[in-house]
């Protein structure tokens, strides 16, 4: 094969490498992407897209359950698993086409195959029918990351599940340990609850989907208790013993063992960069914890390369893969106006049974860093819209800088939050203050009254409570 | 609406005064007459009381110090809030009804002119156009006694955003020795006495800016307590012309200005008599080791002084495109505060005006400043005759604490010297 020279190449396809490809070609550089299995990443193909398809079956089928709620009538109601399972992959598959006619459309050249530097400005690209070598004054890695594997609950694609054979099942387990209480984690257990798993989560630290706000995790724990999920916190998974189609675990909690045997085992207990079989070797790359370290630009310790997304460090999230991918290649085209992404800006969102969103800092990381705070709290059941849909669980948090009126967070949990997070959002980046969010008009009736209510309540002025 | 608390004139010799402690808690609604807060002159502690009822909010914690005149806190009508309050406090710079009786002396608070935009509005640069800045960056404007006139914005289309305050407050700490700081200035709010209406006085009522503020304050103080002498020099420029013609047409993309020569001869001047680059201070002349050198630049707001930074060792082509830009971004508004602020020596150039000379006042903490006159014909005497030549004369206003008259003439001799044999400043 000739060699080939392009002004920005990216080594991995994911949200964050193929949008940083598309930028890239709108800003007229001739652009090339390296990817070895699917174009849209894990995100769209293991992650985030086929877990929402499978949530969405599982969530229908909720609702077929309290249809007399509502005054419907449903017999029978049952599920197929292999066809929900279809339906989920047929998602995937519909968008990873959408994402390779995206790049075809905006001339990207797409190179099928593993890219590593292989000195400056240039990668060895490995293809099945041979190796050849590619020219590019910038390099951008997006590799991603994968389930962290930790004893004794490593994934062996049979007994003990990572998310891919999780998102996958040929047959419903009866009953399933999900080790970590992430969104990962907590997604599944939601799923597999929904259709009448036994669910265990075992969680190390003190509470559930540790990074949310503390609220908001004792909130989801009453919650996912309620509807039948066993939780422990402060434990850890200390053996596993593998039967011929189960496993006994033995858990520790504060000291405390006890033993639960599971047809099935979820991992999610974390991820690692993929950081191998890059060339990183004798170059100025510099890797810690498994992850890429750069500077507020996304440029790694050598000079010309880049790193973006989840290979990069956290938070772990394909939008901040996507973002950082824009400004990683703006900033490379000397585009004007550009800023580094501020991390307290990136919403995170949990698609469970109900649902968890937030921005910014809970309240005692705001503590933390010693802000005075105006905290405000607006439960669901104060909501008309909540109340008409049936969903009268949930409530939104608001965490405001008494003295600026800055929005330092928002902590949601209930329905269709991961939907309303986004006000706040574009609260954030515009800075807003209080008052701004006081004096807008949002419709009637709908669920996003709560962030006014919310915002109100901080300042003791909520008008439904 | 939103009515300030302001620090109440006691007497008329009292400049500021000090909040010896509030009375309410932010937040707190208060009545109109209640005492919300005690403050300390040097004399005795004074209640001051609420002027209108509404919601308590401080801006300055209790044992402050703030200027007579300027807001320490605010009375928010409910619903209102901080970002309210700026477009209030902002534009309260023409106040129409004011509230403080002159005789009862302690009355505080100034209702906002009914001008004023509530809330919600953005407030109106001095000039009348739109400043766009970000709610955030408003409060913490507010909050830190920052004026967005000065600011500079980097977020889309020049947005005001909570990055550039922190950028101007940073900036503003260091800058203890700056020369024109606007930016360091709060905002000072006149003494609010009986205003005059503007309608039907015969007159209208500019507001002051706060660069005018600042104009207004340090060059008083500068000719109030700096001993200025002035050194007269009328220096010949034909050489200069005639090599600024051959430059200027032997470079397509250079066009140098006699002005841009002056900078040059001015540094040069200065590294040859380098106690004129120094400034007083009580402890001590403070000798500085770079050569930064102020230029004046009129602004449709008023004066601004940017610093060509270590001029001695730029060429007159690279002074040129430096001052092009830092002037034109002057007029706009748009320096930052490092580039307007330090700076050893001012050169302040009226000559495009016709004017044939001038004394200025220094700038301070700076020892010199250079008044350039017109470069006009004038007939001189060589060798006996009379015969025509281009002059311009320079007045050099010296700080006497600072530079002794001999000093100043040796700086003046050699810069004469530089600019009759131009050559010099080219290598």
Known sequence: ?465 | MATEIIMPSVSTSMTEGTLARWLKKDGETVAKGEVIAEIETDKAILEVEAEAEGIFKAFVADGATVKVGEPMGALLAPGETLGGTISAAQSAAAPTAAAVGGETAVAVAVAAPAAAPSTGHAPAAHDGTRIFASPLARSLALLHGLDLVNISGSGPQGRIVKRDIEAAMSAQRPASGAVAAPVAEAPVKAPQPAAPQAAGAGYELIPHSSMRRVIAQRLSESKQQVPHFYLTVDCRLDKLLALRQQVNGSLPDVKVSVNDFIVKAVAAAMKRVPATNASWSDEGVRRYRDIDISVAVATPNGLITPVVRQADAKSVGTISAEVKDLAERARQGKLKPDEYQGGGFTISNLGMYGVRDFAAIINPPQACILAVGTAEKRPVIEDGAIVPATVMTCTLSVDHRVVDGAVGAEFLAAFKALLETPLGLLV
């Not at chain 1, 060699?3 to 949008?19: A, M, N, R, W």
């Not at chain 1, 099942?169 to 340990?177: A, F, G």
């Not at chain 1, 259709?195 to 265990?200: R, S």
């Open chain 1, 1 to 465: 094969m000739a060699q080939e020279k392009f002004d920005l190449t990216v080594i991995g396809g994911g949200p964050g490498g193929y949008v940083a490809a598309i930028r890239a070609a709108q800003l007229g550089l001739r652009t090339a992407l390296i990817e070895r299995e699917h174009l849209g990443g894990i995100c769209l193909n293991w992650g985030c897209i086929p877990t929402k398809a499978l949530l969405r079956s599982a969530e229908i089928f909720d609702h077929f359950k309290h249809a007399g709620d509502f005054g419907l009538e449903v017999q029978g109601a049952s599920f197929d698993l292999q066809k929900i399972v279809a339906r989920s992959r047929g998602v995937a598959a519909q968008l990873n086409a959408g994402v390779k006619h995206l790049l075809k459309k905006n001339k990207v050249q797409v190179f099928e195959g593993s890219g590593r530097l292989a000195g400056s400005g240039t990668i060895r690209l490995e293809q099945k029918d041979g190796v050849s070598e590619i020219q590019s004054t910038h390099i951008i890695l997006a590799t991603g990351a994968r389930a962290r594997a930790m004893a004794p609950v490593e994934p062996d694609g049979r007994l003990v599940w990572s998310y891919k054979e999780a998102m996958t099942p040929e047959r419903m387990p009866k009953s399933l340990l999900i080790v970590g209480s992430g969104a990962i984690g907590i997604e599944f257990a939601s799923f597999y609850r929904s259709l009448g798993a036994e669910v265990t989560v075992v969680e190390v630290r003190d509470r559930v989907l540790p990074v949310e706000d503390a609220e908001v995790s004792a909130f989801a724990h009453k919650a996912f208790e309620r509807q039948g999920m066993k939780l422990l916190t402060s434990s850890s998974v200390v053996s596993l013993q593998k039967q011929a189609d189960s496993v006994i675990a033995v858990i520790d909690t504060k000291g405390t063992t006890t033993e639960i045997r599971a047809d099935r085992v979820i991992a999610a207990v974390g991820i690692v960069g993929n950081v191998e079989n890059l060339g990183l070797e004798g170059t100025g790359v510099q890797v810690e914890n498994t992850h890429i370290v750069t500077d507020a630009w996304c440029q790694t310790g050598e000079p010309g390369v880049y790193a973006i997304g989840d290979v990069a460090g956290a938070p772990w999230l394909a939008h901040k893969a996507s973002h950082e991918g824009i400004l990683c290649v703006e900033r490379i085209a000397g585009v004007d106006g550009i800023h580094p992404l501020d991390k307290t800006r990136i919403p995170g969102c949990t698609y469970s049974r109900p649902q968890i969103a937030s921005i910014g800092l809970t309240e005692a990381q705001a503590k933390e860093r010693g802000y005075e705070l105006k905290v405000g709290r607006f439960p669901f059941m104060g909501n008309g819209k909540a109340i008409a849909l049936g969903e009268p669980e949930g409530f939104i948090k608001t965490v405001f800088d008494a003295k600026t009126g800055e929005l330092l967070g928002a902590h949601m949990v209930g329905a269709e939050v991961t939907e309303l997070i986004q006000g706040f959002s574009i609260g954030k980046t515009l800075e807003t203050t209080e008052a701004e969010l006081m004096h807008t008009v949002f419709p009637h009736p709908t669920l996003s009254e709560m962030l006014h209510e919310a915002t109100l309540a901080a300042y003791g002025r909520a008008i439904h409570t």
